[in-house]
């Protein structure tokens, strides 16, 4: 059982290049979400899922987009990277039920992100 | 919109001493979960509370929730150099179906 899987486990990236982080769970929960970290700020939400073909903003989506076209994948895509992007980027997956946030969030091994 | 307001950011402990986190909500939290994250990991759960002024305790880790439930406290009993890391509390605005917010998390370091 891998739980949630995130790839790549490192990255750098020039200005304006686009990426997909990957993040994958086989847990079959329903709720997923990303998270970015900086030195400081703690964990904030940038995007999360209720279920597959379900998507919304969360604290701080500007420049990042996702999809959830089945219930195991969720992506995140960077557009245009930009060095305010450089982060440490964790995908996290919980299981649903009436209100969701009150499942334990089962978090990848995140992916740290370099913009130059 | 909510906060949740984490203290101290840093703290550093000799291996034995006691260590304690607090976790403040400006809005009442339908529950508090609590997260470790070692140097160079992810955060991983730890517990849940859910009661107004629930106590509950993993060997020498205790765990409480306020009475009003907009606070909540991790206390570390004779920490150990296994310890370290950085504990984070999240919470849910009671009544929303909201996500959940994290602290700003408190880093733990211990002197052997």
């Known amino acids: 059982n891998a739980g949630v899987t995130q790839t790549p486990k490192f990255q750098v990236l020039k200005t304006g290049q686009s990426m997909t982080l990957q993040c994958a769970q086989d847990m079959n929960h329903e709720y997923m979400s990303w998270y970015r970290q900086d030195p400081g700020m703690g964990l904030r939400l940038i995007h999360y899922s209720v279920g597959a073909g379900i998507t919304d903003q969360g604290e701080v989506p500007n420049g990042y987009n996702v999809s959830r076209s089945t219930t195991e994948d969720f992506p995140l895509r960077l557009l245009s990277a930009a060095p305010s992007q450089t982060s440490v980027y964790f995908c996290a997956s919980s299981q649903r039920t009436g209100t969701y946030s009150n499942q334990p969030q089962h978090f990848g091994d995140g992916t740290r992100l370099s913009i130059l | 919109g909510q906060q949740v307001m984490q203290i101290p950011q840093y703290q550093h402990v000799q291996e034995g001493e006691d260590f304690t986190t607090y976790c403040n909500s400006s809005t009442t939290l339908s529950n508090i979960q609590w997260y470790k994250q070692r140097p160079g990991g992810h955060p991983v759960f730890l517990i849940q509370?859910?009661?107004?002024?629930e106590v509950k305790k993993q060997k020498r880790l205790t765990f409480q929730f306020g009475e009003a439930k907009k606070n909540s406290s991790l206390h570390i009993t004779a920490t150990q150099t296994t310890d370290v890391g950085t504990y984070f509390c999240?919470?849910?605005?009671?009544?929303?179906?909201?996500?959940?917010?994290f602290g700003k998390g408190t880093k733990l370091s211990v002197k052997p």
């Open positions: 999240a919470g849910c605005r009671e009544g929303s179906q909201g996500n959940l917010i």
């Open positions: 509370l859910v009661k107004s002024g």
